[in-house]
């Protein structure tokens, strides 16, 4: 099931990353034709997850506090302790950024908007505009024009736009269509700052946007919904679960436990792709069901075949990186290189793109 990698990156100067993979990752990656990103905030990278004959490529790209991550029609979009950085996607760069010929798709950083912070959660490229999960003002905003967030909506037990993370709302889940916001996760029905923090373990919800109607209750720490093949999945992250949830019927079920921290979803070719972290802040997640469990818990990646529940494919680090933010599937691209803006401290090579020169 799982074979050690030898390969080693360095993240902030001094701390060695390690990691590890099962042997069945690169060639599912490869059978399934897609890779995957991922987001930390807590080691500030985008990490990337590729494959190129039949090996396992990892690339490693700074951003300050990486959190939400989500493809857009021209591209990715990042989302960073206080802006929201946008990268255009370049087939023609890729082949020829180094190590020349692997790359098949690049990410390069271009441009930032600087929102402040505001705890950003998932975004989501949903009715031709940016959506943006603004946990610090409980609500759903879009990113347009100079100002720093545009609101939209908050649940109907948040008594108005201020400052001050009563709900501690994260996930978004946009409709089968891709025109409107459809689900969201919240930690808490709670309307005082911090007040979802009082009953952590079994207070998270899952909330139907358009009707402002809580149609789950019960979770821990719930993160990440997203709808696929009409059905609502998300996960339960204080109990290590990805659980299926029927719109029709309002059931639910257990999918898969797995070994951490579960946040950062997406799902694709019959598959679901899990993040995982450890827990280490007590002051947050103490008290949960999984840390209560005594398991050892990793920090990576998990897949699991949503048709059997077979976890697939497992990435996980050994040191270096502790929490997974976010996760993303590229689908059609085998191994994608991201750039993010500081490339002198990712040791990464200059790209500039121009257009086409005009002829004589």
């Not at 990410?107 to 603004?134: K, T, Y």
């Not at 309002?250 to 598959?271: I, N, Q, Y």
């Not at 897949?303 to 976890?311: I, K, N, Q, R, S």
């Not at 976010?326 to 002198?344: M, S």
Request: charged letters at 15%; glycine letters at 12%; hydrophobic letters at 40%.
């Amino acid at each position: 099931m799982t074979s050690p990698d030898p390969t080693a990156a360095t993240l902030p100067p001094s701390v060695a990353v390690r990691y590890e993979h099962s042997l069945s990752l690169p060639a599912l990656l490869e059978r399934l034709h897609l890779s995957v990103l991922l987001s930390t905030y807590q080691a500030g990278r985008v990490v990337s997850l590729g494959s190129h004959r039949g090996q396992l490529q990892v690339g490693f790209s700074r951003f300050d506090q990486a959190m939400g991550l989500a493809r857009t029609p021209t591209g990715l979009v990042v989302g960073s302790r206080d802006a929201i950085w946008s990268l255009p996607a370049s087939r023609e760069i890729a082949p020829r950024i180094k190590p020349e010929g692997q790359h098949d798709i690049a990410f390069l950083a271009r441009s930032c908007h600087h929102s402040g912070p505001l705890m950003g959660h998932d975004l989501a490229w949903c009715g031709e505009r940016l959506w943006l999960v603004n946990t610090l003002f409980n609500g759903l905003v879009t990113i347009e024009g100079s100002w720093s967030f545009v609101p939209q909506w908050q649940p109907p037990f948040i008594g108005g736009w201020a400052a001050g993370d009563r709900c501690h709302l994260n996930g978004l889940a946009i409709s089968d269509d891709g025109r409107a916001p459809a689900y969201v996760t919240a930690l808490g029905e709670c309307d005082s700052e911090n007040g979802w923090r009082e009953n952590k373990a079994t207070g998270g919800c899952l909330i139907h946007v358009p009707s402002g109607e809580v149609v789950l209750r019960g979770l821990a720490m719930p993160h990440s919904p997203r709808l696929y093949n009409g059905q609502l999945y998300l996960l339960d992250s204080g109990q290590g679960s990805l659980v299926r949830f029927d719109p029709l019927t309002g059931t639910r079920s257990t999918v898969a436990t797995l070994p951490g921290f579960t946040r950062g979803l997406d799902c694709f070719a019959g598959h679901a792709f899990v993040g995982l972290s450890q827990i280490r802040e007590t002051a947050v997640f103490g008290g949960l069901p999984l840390q209560e469990a005594g398991q050892q818990l990793r920090c990576g990646l998990a897949v699991v075949d949503l048709g059997t529940a077979e976890l697939v494919g497992l990435f996980w680090f050994h040191s270096g990186v502790e929490e997974v933010f976010a996760v993303t599937v590229l689908p059609g691209y085998r191994n994608p290189v991201v750039i993010g803006p500081d490339t002198t401290s990712d040791a990464s090579q200059t790209v500039w793109m121009v257009p086409p020169a005009a002829p004589r």
